[in-house]
């Protein structure tokens, strides 16, 4: 029989569901708002102002197609200044925001020639821009925008979104390799639209390698009938011979290794220390100081100057203004060793496993009978004569597994133990008085040129130069079976 169908009640299929397209615009909607991009604020920069100054970032990822899309906010953060006076900023047009004062900003026009900085934004230098967007791969390094379909998908997220929160800010869209640094971006205001556009090009072409082509080509680009001549600004940097750091790096406790071998020809100046500490210092080979010499022309009419293949106006004598600028790279030796040395912490292995079980000799029988059972036995032990032989110090170094020389190793320990190496005892242990100096503050510190601050850098002097992580453990082990002659021997731990 048939299954009797209501009349009343019909089937409703929902075609309301939303697209990729429209769950992403929803999304980046959400982010901006809470950046308030919204709110055109800010003051007029001072010159170079924007390519010294901090940046503050922050970063959102959205799921998107096959990857992450990551959203970054960049905002420069300028000093506090008191706003301009009614008069002044009754000239600036109403319809535009600070993102267009700033493109045609001339003190943005020309920042420092450096080649690499860690907080200013590819998009910073280019346009001048003090607030912006972009939206990127989370992955960009393997996988990266290279098919028009996705850059018309986000392009066109960035325009409808941007309408629709009614953002001053730029958004841009990181496409390609990330190594090109391409990017493709928009800008609305209330009256006026601005499309950031990048082209790349192999090889520069002959007629644009001067002001004449560049001109040629800029004016292809307004209608016949725009009168007023073009305002250029034109910036000439020379770059001078580098000039190397001539400081060699000091190894202590490597006869090995001299500035010969590390520091280029020429005059090595010595770095002097007031008191001998045994870490390596120093500046790396590849520290120098790069020198840079500017010559600017600014806001000039383009019937002023003339620049062709055959003649040009722009020599360094001629210029207005010129800046030299200096570039220090300088790479410290002691700050890479250190941080090598912090990642010790995470090595798994036992010190065992390194210098074998019974590290600490058979002189005491520590590792082989329990040292609890000397404070349990019903037998009271003899008395300790007065008079013993302490073993020789060869004995100490000997059956180490390691990479240092059993000489090597004695010099370590004569800096330990000047005490116990009188015959080659360099560094002896100033006599301080600590009955009034215990500061609870720094119970985890330990006091300068003591046992302990000599041990720590022996150690991170091992691990830079002298084996590693193994020779640290064969350090450690040495270091160990002096300490239990001490004990043993009732004699004074120094430092």
Not at 25 to 49: C, F, H, S, T, Y
Not at 238 to 251: E, F, G, H, K
Not at 255 to 267: K, P
Not at 375 to 402: C, F, W
Request: hydrophobic share 40%; net charge negative; proline share 6%.
């Amino acid at each position: 029989m048939a299954e009797e169908i209501d009349d009343n009640d019909f089937y409703r299929e929902n075609f309301s569901a939303d697209t990729d397209w429209e769950v992403f615009n929803a999304q980046l909607g959400d982010i901006l708002r809470k950046w308030e991009v919204d709110v055109d604020i800010g003051v007029p920069m001072q010159p170079e102002e924007l390519f010294r100054c901090k940046w503050h970032l922050e970063t959102k990822t959205l799921d998107m197609l096959r990857n992450g899309i990551a959203v970054d906010y960049y905002e420069a953060q300028l000093k506090e200044r008191e706003p301009p006076a009614e008069g002044m900023s009754s000239g600036r047009c109403l319809q535009r925001t600070n993102c267009h004062h700033d493109l045609m900003c001339n003190w943005n026009s020309f920042g420092p020639p450096i080649r690499q900085s860690s907080e200013l934004h590819t998009l910073a230098r280019i346009y001048g821009l003090r607030r912006f967007v972009v939206l990127h791969p989370a992955n960009g390094a393997n996988n990266y925008m290279k098919s028009t379909s996705e850059f018309n998908f986000f392009l066109s997220a960035a325009a409808v979104v941007a309408g629709e929160v009614s953002s001053v800010v730029p958004i841009f869209v990181q496409i390609y390799d990330p190594k090109w640094n391409f990017y493709t971006g928009v800008s609305l205001a209330p009256a006026l639209r601005t499309n950031f556009r990048l082209i790349g090009l192999e090889q520069t072409p002959a007629e644009c390698r001067y002001l004449t082509g560049l001109l040629s080509l800029f004016h292809d680009k307004l209608p016949a009938s725009y009168p007023q001549s073009a305002m250029i600004s034109v910036r000439t940097t020379y770059s001078l011979d580098a000039v190397r750091i001539r400081i060699p790096l000091y190894v202590p406790f490597d006869h090995g290794l001299s500035s010969e071998d590390i520091a280029i020809d020429g005059d090595v100046e010595r770095l002097d220390v007031q008191h001998f500490y045994a870490l390596p210092h120093g500046y790396a080979p590849e520290s120098s100081t790069e020198s840079y010499l500017v010559y600017t022309w600014p806001e000039l009419s383009e019937n002023v100057a003339f620049d062709s293949e055959m003649r040009t106006d722009f020599v360094p004598s001629k210029a207005p203004l010129g800046k030299i600028y200096l570039s220090v790279e300088a790479f410290s030796y002691l700050t890479c060793c250190l941080r090598d040395y912090r990642a010790v912490a995470n090595v798994k292995r036992s010190l065992e496993s390194y210098v074998g079980r019974n590290f600490s000799g058979t002189s005491s029988g520590a590792e082989q009978t329990n040292p609890l059972d000397k404070l349990t036995e019903h037998k009271l032990s003899a008395r300790r004569e007065r008079t013993y032989e302490l073993p020789s110090q060869a004995g100490l170094t000997k059956r180490l597994p390691g990479p240092m020389t059993e000489s090597e190793l004695t010099e370590l320990l004569a800096y330990l133990f000047p005490d116990m190496h009188p015959e080659m005892a360099l560094f002896p242990y100033a006599k301080q008085s600590f009955k009034y100096k215990f500061d609870p503050m720094r119970i985890k510190s330990a006091v300068a040129d003591s046992l302990v601050c000599r041990l720590s850098c022996l150690l991170a002097t091992c691990h830079a130069h002298l084996g590693g992580v193994e020779g640290m453990a064969q350090l450690w082990a040495a270091f160990t079976r002096q300490l239990r002659l001490l004990w043993d021997n009732s004699l004074t731990v120094p430092g």
